[in-house]
């Protein structure tokens, strides 16, 4: 079975701290995302990534950065966290399927982060 | 601009009843579909994809999906609910331009003993 494994499952930040979110996966996969999940807003997009090093930008990718080193493990960065941030935060992973499609293939997902920005 | 509609927050069923979680989409072009489920303090499972073929896809834990080209929709059912079947549902689509999965609202499934 895929395992994505995020390393809080809970977090509790200050107003203007720096916040790494990290997530690990096992499975090879090329593709990884971070989603923010909020009520009646469904999952949004944040940043995925498709190679090491390589990054593109989602839906809402302001006031966050992402890194990915090595291929298992993509971290989400709050630059300065503030209040609005406050969410659940969940990572997933992918392989790429057939013609190089990323979204042909589905996404298995961490447990999540929640996130509480004070 | 491609889109994803659950237009029920939530839906009530009596367990052995079959169930019906709604979705409606918009692409251009042919959609691939997807449904998730999401139990409580956990991360979204798969449950079932449609990408072509077979209007009829069967997936995880007895679901299945109808594919209707014409009304655009991708309703997912099972024929007789469990109470642990409850739990928040995403209908999920392939946005064709930039290659994202674009996801619904979610539909909030409570299935009463």
């Known amino acids: 079975d895929v395992k994505v494994t995020q390393s809080s499952r809970y977090l509790v930040k200050r107003t203007g701290e720096k916040v790494f979110l990290e997530c690990v996966q096992d499975?090879?996969?090329?593709?990884m995302f971070w989603y923010r999940q909020d009520p009646g807003l469904g999952l949004r997009l944040i940043y995925f990534?498709?190679?090491?090093?390589?990054?593109e930008k989602g839906d809402i990718p302001e006031g966050y950065s992402v890194s990915r080193e090595k291929k298992e493990r993509f971290s989400l960065i709050l630059e300065s966290a503030s209040t609005n941030q406050t969410s659940m935060y969940l990572c997933?992973?992918?392989?790429?399927?057939?013609?190089?499609?990323?979204?042909?293939?589905?996404?298995?997902f961490g447990d999540g982060t929640r996130l509480s920005i004070l | 601009a491609q889109s994803v509609a659950q237009p029920e927050d939530q839906v009530n069923v009596a367990e052995g009843n079959p169930l019906t979680v709604k979705c409606t989409y918009s692409?251009?072009?042919?959609?691939?579909l997807f449904w998730y489920v999401q139990y409580p303090n956990r991360g979204l499972q798969f449950l079932l994809k449609?990408?072509?073929?077979?209007?009829l896809v069967k997936g995880s834990y007895g679901f299945e999906a109808e594919f209707n080209k014409s009304q655009t929709s991708f309703h997912l059912k099972k024929p007789s609910a469990l109470v642990s079947d409850s739990a928040l549902y995403f209908c999920?689509?392939?946005?064709?331009?930039?290659?994202?999965?674009?996801f619904g609202t979610g539909t909030r499934l409570q299935v009463f003993p």
């Open positions: 990534s498709y190679d090491v090093k390589m990054k």
């Open positions: 692409v251009s072009g042919n959609p691939y």
């Open positions: 499975m090879d996969h090329e593709n």
């Open positions: 999920a689509v392939r946005d064709r331009d930039t290659d994202k999965l674009i």
């Open positions: 449609y990408i072509t073929g077979d209007n």
């Open positions: 997933a992973s992918s392989f790429t399927g057939d013609l190089l499609r990323i979204s042909n293939q589905p996404q298995h």
